[in-house]
């Protein structure tokens, strides 16, 4: 049982309340702070449609066969209009090796096949300003259950705090859960 | 009315520039002026172009944003530029235009596009601009970035669409629900097994 933990926190008062739980956990928790990592955004250039490995060499290239191998995935992004901060953004594009091939039906949807032999639980925990409208934490609630579709995830939640001190304490509370996303 | 056009997409043979493209040469056609805002890659999207960007939109009467979906969202390109725009709404207070937003993917059905227009919509709002709804184009990978003519029965949802969108903006209204529902049929008209198996032949022959 592994897993991910991809972080796009880019305050310092925030990586150190990440720091402080994400030293705290179990070697089997991978951390990748996203606003150190050196990777590119993706070219679209449709090569991943025919195989697996992206053209991209960068130090995001090694992170995608261990996210195809995790269990669990967690990811942990300000909310920016409902959705992704575009730093978390950059790296979700980049996903797009996880399926890709022949198209099948999924949940009553078109899809491509999922190349993950066991398709991880999916964790979203997202930071809501307080002028942000309530109706950007239903989207961000939404795309969580669309991504969950789209990467064949067994199971997934979301969760929309207010501040950096409650994204420390759910990220805590669930890591503590060994199964993943309920 | 001055009516600005964003490519979103970061693809070279992309099938957002082919929509926008045909949109452009319909608007014109109509006496619009039309900026396109283009950058071929994020990288392109630096300060002087969001400076292009805030200059344009600071006249217009109209800003449509066409976008692929990537795993559910616009692509990173498409979702930095707004933040770039957002970051200095200031400059653009004075001018509540209003917003249409384009999203479409490979993928048939409409659902696969509703986390992006709504993403869109919360753009429009933090501008306090006037949202005037969005087209959710589906099974669009086929037009393959060539112009919409060519298309044949791929482009076939995709081109009335556009025809009816042209007077909506330039009438500055909104676009109707009728329009939205056609806009977001599957363009090849079979059920949805049959359509992957079709889709499967056609990948394995290329």
Same mark, same amino acid.
Request: aromatic share 6%; glycine share 8%.
């Given at each position: 049982?592994?897993?991910?933990?991809?972080?796009?926190?880019?305050?310092?008062?925030?990586?150190?309340?990440?720091?402080?739980?994400?030293?705290?956990?179990?070697?089997?928790?991978?951390?990748?702070?996203?606003?150190?990592?050196?990777?590119?955004?993706?070219?679209?250039?449709?090569?991943?449609?025919?195989?697996?490995?992206?053209?991209?060499?960068?130090?995001?290239?090694?992170?995608?066969?261990?996210?195809?191998?995790?269990?669990?995935?967690?990811?942990?992004?300000?909310?920016?209009?409902?959705?992704?901060?575009?730093?978390?953004?950059?790296?979700?594009?980049?996903?797009?090796?996880?399926?890709?091939?022949?198209?099948?039906?999924?949940?009553?949807?078109?899809?491509?096949?999922?190349?993950?032999?066991?398709?991880?639980?999916?964790?979203?925990?997202?930071?809501?300003?307080?002028?942000?409208?309530?109706?950007?934490?239903?989207?961000?609630?939404?795309?969580?259950?669309?991504?969950?579709?789209?990467?064949?995830?067994?199971?997934?939640?979301?969760?929309?705090?207010?501040?950096?001190?409650?994204?420390?304490?759910?990220?805590?509370?669930?890591?503590?859960?060994?199964?993943?996303?309920? | 009315?001055?009516?600005?056009?964003?490519?979103?997409?970061?693809?070279?043979?992309?099938?957002?520039?082919?929509?926008?493209?045909?949109?452009?040469?319909?608007?014109?056609?109509?006496?619009?002026?039309?900026?396109?805002?283009?950058?071929?890659?994020?990288?392109? @999207?630096?300060?002087?172009?969001?400076?292009?960007?805030?200059?344009?939109?600071?006249?217009?009467?109209?800003?449509?944003?066409? @976008?692929?979906?990537?795993?559910?969202?616009?692509?990173?390109?498409?979702?930095?530029?707004?933040?770039?725009?957002?970051?200095?709404?200031?400059?653009?207070?004075?001018?509540?235009?209003?917003?249409?937003?384009?999203?479409?993917?490979?993928?048939?059905?409409?659902?696969?596009?509703?986390?992006?227009?709504? @993403?869109?919509?919360?753009?429009?709002?933090?501008?306090?601009?006037?949202?005037?709804?969005?087209?959710?184009?589906?099974?669009?990978?086929?037009?393959?970035?060539?112009?919409?003519?060519?298309?044949?029965?791929?482009?076939?949802?995709?081109?009335?669409?556009?025809?009816?969108?042209?007077?909506?903006?330039? @009438?500055?209204?909104?676009?109707?629900?009728?329009?939205?529902?056609?806009?977001?049929?599957?363009?090849?008209?079979?059920?949805?097994?049959?359509?992957?198996?079709?889709?499967?032949?056609?990948?394995?022959?290329?």
């Amino acid at each position: 049982m592994s897993t991910i933990v991809l972080t796009a926190v880019e305050s310092e008062e925030g990586r150190r309340a990440l720091d402080g739980v994400l030293r705290a956990a179990p070697d089997a928790v991978e951390w990748v702070d996203l606003s150190k990592l050196d990777f590119g955004p993706c070219l679209a250039c449709g090569g991943c449609e025919e195989s697996p490995r992206c053209v991209l060499k960068d130090e995001f290239s090694a992170i995608v066969p261990r996210l195809a191998a995790c269990s669990r995935l967690i990811l942990v992004t300000p909310i920016f209009l409902g959705v992704h901060h575009p730093l978390m953004k950059r790296v979700v594009d980049r996903f797009m090796p996880l399926g890709g091939g022949p198209f099948t039906v999924r949940k009553g949807e078109m899809h491509h096949e999922s190349r993950m032999e066991t398709p991880f639980s999916l964790t979203l925990i997202g930071l809501l300003d307080a002028d942000a409208a309530p109706e950007e934490a239903d989207t961000f609630r939404l795309l969580a259950s669309r991504h969950a579709v789209n990467l064949d995830c067994p199971s997934h939640e979301a969760h929309v705090v207010g501040s950096m001190n409650e994204v420390a304490e759910t990220l805590t509370g669930v890591l503590s859960h060994p199964g993943g996303a309920r | 009315m001055n009516v600005v056009l964003f490519v979103g997409s970061p693809r070279a043979r992309s099938n957002t520039r082919s929509i926008l493209v045909g949109l452009r040469k319909r608007l014109e056609q109509a006496g619009a002026s039309v900026t396109v805002l283009d950058p071929k890659r994020a990288e392109e @999207a630096g300060e002087a172009f969001v400076d292009q960007s805030i200059e344009a939109l600071r006249s217009a009467d109209a800003l449509v944003i066409g @976008a692929p979906v990537y795993l559910d969202l616009p692509p990173f390109k498409a979702l930095s530029w707004m933040q770039a725009i957002l970051s200095r709404r200031d400059e653009l207070a004075a001018n509540r235009l209003g917003f249409y937003a384009i999203s479409h993917s490979g993928y048939f059905e409409p659902v696969h596009k509703m986390v992006s227009l709504q @993403a869109h919509m919360h753009f429009c709002a933090h501008l306090g601009w006037t949202w005037r709804g969005g087209l959710a184009f589906g099974g669009t990978s086929p037009i393959d970035g060539r112009p919409l003519e060519e298309t044949g029965l791929f482009g076939r949802r995709v081109r009335p669409a556009l025809d009816a969108l042209v007077p909506i903006i330039m @009438a500055k209204q909104s676009i109707p629900c009728e329009l939205i529902r056609r806009a977001g049929r599957s363009p090849i008209p079979l059920p949805r097994h049959l359509l992957v198996w079709a889709m499967n032949q056609m990948l394995r022959r290329s």
